[in-house]
């Protein structure tokens, strides 16, 4: 079992950048896939990135790809996803979630546990 809580959302202009944090609970941390998804208003939960076991191999979404950055601390049980030169459109509930595999995955489907969700916004 893995318990995830994302933290380091808020309010930030266009341009501007921020770091979400997602702390994990449990013993099987370094031995999951760990990725971000976000929702904005009104449409369906889309990926953002992911991360392998050791942090060797990331894998992004086109949208967010040269801005988003995502890294993992596996002594401090923490995953991380930078974003700098933030847009509006990047504004959503952003959740950390876990997989039990070895591959890394875009397919929200295939993660067994789930963060609560932290809010973006960014103003133009």
């Known amino acids: 079992q893995v318990h995830l809580v994302e933290s380091g959302g808020g309010l930030v202009q266009a341009g501007g950048s921020l770091r979400l944090s997602c702390a994990a609970s449990?013993?099987?941390?370094?031995?999951?896939?760990m990725g971000w998804f976000r929702q904005a208003p009104g449409k369906e939960r889309e990926f953002v990135a992911a991360?392998?076991?050791?942090?060797?191999?990331?894998y992004y979404a086109d949208s967010v790809k040269g801005r988003f950055t995502i890294s993992r601390d596996n002594a401090k049980n923490t995953v991380y996803l930078q974003m700098n030169s933030l847009k509006p459109e990047d504004t959503a509930v952003y959740y950390c979630?876990?997989?039990?595999?070895?591959?890394?995955?875009?397919?929200?489907?295939?993660?067994?546990?789930w963060g609560q969700g932290t809010q973006v916004t960014v103003s133009s």
């Open positions: 991360i392998s076991w050791t942090g060797g191999r990331t």
């Open positions: 979630a876990a997989h039990r595999g070895i591959a890394t995955t875009s397919r929200e489907d295939e993660y067994d546990y």
């Open positions: 449990g013993r099987a941390f370094s031995t999951h896939i």
